[in-house]
C-alpha cells in the first residue's frame, strides 16, 4: 500500500483577470499551482487585456462578488495556509480585501499584499495616490509585501529614484515600509549596480538582510513583478526559507525574461514562463526533498 501523501497548502489569491497579457491571476495561477501549492481564485476584475501597452481594452467590475466569495468559502469551513492579494480595480476594493482577509485568515495563515500599482515613477493607467493609501492600510494586516521600487516610493512618500540604487536608499525605503507592520519586506527591481537587478528583502523578525541580483536585460518586460511574486508567496507558503524563496524566485523570474528576449515576444505581452516552468518545478522539487 502506497504511504498517504502529506495535504496540499492552499492559497487564496485575489487579484484581476486579464485574458491577454500573462499578469495577475493568469500567472499565479499556474506558479502557484506548479509551487505544489493549491491556488484558490478571486477575480477582482475581467479585462481583455491589462492596462500597460494595451489600448481599448475591456473592463468588468467585479467589486460585487469578492465578499460574497469570501463568505461562501468562509461558511465552508476551507482552511487557508496563504492569502496573496495584488492589483486592485479601484480604492474601494481595498474595504472588500480587508472583508475578505478577516472571513478567510487563520491563526497561522500567511498574509502577502503585492502592492501592484506603479512602475518606472508612474502609476498605472486610472490610479493615483488614493491607491496608495488604499495599500498603506492593506499592508497593516499583512506578513509579506513585495514592491517595487516605485510602489515602495509611493507608499512611503519617498522621492523616486531610477537605478543604480545605493543600498542605503533601499533600506530607508525598507525601513519605511516596515514602520507599516509586514514580518517580511522584499523590494523588487533594485539595481544596486549597473548591468544587475533583482530583489533586497529583510525578514523583521531577525533582522535578516538578503539581497539577490541577475544580469539586466534593457527595457521593461511587463508581468515580471507578477511573476515573482507568485513564485515568492508559493515557496514562503509552502515552508521555504526567505533566503530560497528569493532564489528560487528570481532565478525562475531571470529564465523567463531571457526566454522572452529570445523569442522575440513583445514584451507588453508578458513573459515566456511557461517554457521555464519545468526546470523551476524541478529545483524546487529537489529544495524540498531535501528538507527545508
Not at 486592485?88 to 480587508?98: K, M, N, P, V, Y
Not at 515602495?152 to 515600509?177: N, Q, V, W
Request: aromatic share 8%.
Amino acid at each position: 500500500m502506497k504511504e498517504k501523501l502529506p495535504k496540499l497548502p492552499r492559497m487564496a489569491a485575489i487579484h484581476d483577470l486579464s485574458g491577454l497579457g500573462k499578469c495577475s491571476l493568469t500567472v499565479a495561477l499556474p506558479i502557484v499551482s506548479a509551487t505544489g501549492v493549491e491556488c484558490c481564485c478571486i477575480p477582482t476584475a475581467l479585462l481583455s487585456t491589462h492596462t500597460g501597452g494595451f489600448t481599448g481594452w475591456t473592463f468588468t467590475d467585479l467589486s460585487g462578488d469578492i465578499v460574497p466569495i469570501a463568505e461562501h468559502w468562509h461558511e465552508l469551513g476551507v482552511g487557508f495556509d496563504a492569502i496573496y492579494s495584488g492589483y486592485l480595480a479601484s480604492e474601494a476594493q481595498g474595504e472588500l480585501l480587508t472583508r475578505a482577509i478577516d472571513l478567510l485568515r487563520g491563526d497561522n495563515t500567511l498574509v502577502i499584499v503585492d502592492p501592484a500599482m506603479a512602475d518606472n515613477g508612474k502609476y498605472y493607467a486610472n490610479l493615483g495616490d488614493g491607491m496608495a493609501a488604499c495599500f498603506r492600510k492593506l499592508i497593516k494586516k499583512s506578513d509579506i509585501i513585495t514592491p517595487n521600487v516605485t510602489e515602495a516610493c509611493f507608499l512611503t512618500g519617498s522621492e523616486y529614484r531610477p537605478g543604480s540604487h545605493s543600498m542605503e536608499f533601499i533600506t530607508e525605503l525598507i525601513d519605511k515600509l516596515s514602520e507599516l507592520g509586514p514580518k517580511f519586506v522584499a523590494v523588487t527591481g533594485v539595481s544596486l549596480e549597473q548591468g544587475r537587478v533583482g530583489i533586497v528583502a529583510r525578514d523583521n523578525r531577525s533582522g535578516k538582510l538578503s539581497a539577490v541580483m541577475n544580469k539586466a536585460l534593457d527595457g521593461t518586460f511587463h508581468g515580471s513583478g507578477d511573476v515573482f511574486a507568485s513564485a515568492f508567496a508559493a515557496l514562503l507558503t509552502r515552508g521555504a526559507s526567505l533566503d530560497d524563496a528569493l532564489r528560487y524566485a528570481e532565478d525562475f523570474v531571470t529564465a523567463a525574461i531571457e526566454r522572452t528576449a529570445l523569442h522575440g515576444t513583445p514584451r507588453h505581452y508578458g513573459l515566456d514562463f511557461e517554457g521555464a516552468l519545468g526546470e523551476y518545478v524541478r529545483k524546487i522539487e529537489e529544495l524540498f526533498v531535501e528538507g527545508v
